[in-house]
């Protein structure tokens, strides 16, 4: 089953924005998953178990690393992209 995720990260941090950079890195550095960054939200794209074991190993990564944060997550079932 495909899936469509549009997350939004807000690090509880002054310096956040190196914290949301190292997690877009991170999770675009995965084969299998499709990244798409726009100004308000980072959407990833592609197989079920794929996109969400991305999302369990990276979001602990930046928890771990980073300290705290609020993480939003739209998950919806198949792929939503939008076509130009």
């Known amino acids: ?13 002054d310096d956040y924005i190196p914290v949301i950079i190292d997690f ?12 798409v960054r726009n100004q308000m939200t980072t959407q990833l794209f592609g197989e079920y178990a794929r996109v969400m074991a991305v999302l369990t190993e990276e979001l602990r990564h930046s928890f771990e690393t980073h300290g705290k944060a609020v993480i939003v997550a739209r998950i919806v079932n ?3 992209r939008a076509n130009p």
């Open 24 to 35: 877009i890195h991170r999770v675009q550095a995965h084969e299998g998953v499709e990244v």
């Open 78 to 80: 198949g792929d939503v």
């Open 1 to 13: 089953m495909q899936i469509s995720v549009d997350l939004s990260l807000y690090p509880l941090r």
